[in-house]
């Protein structure tokens, strides 16, 4: 029965220890692993997902909230976790969530980061605002590596040319010419030209030669 009380007694004094010893253990581990994986996608950033460009969000000040927002944002606008990897790094992250939360595209995405350009930020801003993202309070620092693109600026330009090219492209086709319609159909056995008098009627076309001949009996004869 001693015995029995003794082993009792020290399993409930080494019990709390062994999990106070464990939590941290883990926590390390975990951190060890988000380490390993951030090197990884620095190394091979085609590898990258949604789950790192979160991450990476969240160290720059996002809360989960707004992380969260952008990452689904960029699921629905089919905008790769490579393309949001490769933009906080050309740019930095807060400007991938305005420029994601404010619906750009992947193509746009895409353009900007090969020109080495970027959208007016002040003006996405505001969209980025009115969809859930709460950043027109902070300050967005441009990058001094790029160029931001303004109204009438070449993007823009590219723009106006598109929808010039549209405008145009609408214009010649209503420009064709269209098929005169076709005459009226009347319900059979009326006559629509009652309100005609005798000798206005409309007359069918002549036609070339000589006009038939009536034959005896009242059969027309050619």
Known sequence: MITFIAIVCVVAVAWPIACGASSPASGRSRNRDAGRRTRYVEAHPQHANSGDVERRLL?????????????????????????MWMWIDQYDAK??????TA??????????????????LEHLRLFASIN??????????????????LTGGQYAAHKETQAAARAATQAAETQQPVAPPMPPIFEPGSWPYTEWAAGELPQPPRTDGPEPEAGSGGIIAA
Do not use: N, Q, S
Not at 72 to 80: Q, S, T, V
Not at 95 to 100: D, I, K, P, S
Not at 132 to 141: A, D, N, Y
């Open 59 to 83: 160290a720059a000040d996002l809360t989960p909230a707004e992380a969260r927002l952008v990452v689904e944002k960029a699921a629905a606008h089919g905008i790769k976790p490579f393309t």
């Open 95 to 100: 400007t991938l969530a305005v420029v994601v």
């Open 132 to 149: 859930g993202l709460p950043l027109t309070e902070r300050k967005l620092k441009t990058p001094v590596t790029a160029t931001v693109v």
């Open 103 to 120: 619906d750009l595209g992947h193509h746009e995405l895409l353009a900007h980061l090969g020109a080495g350009t970027l959208p007016d």
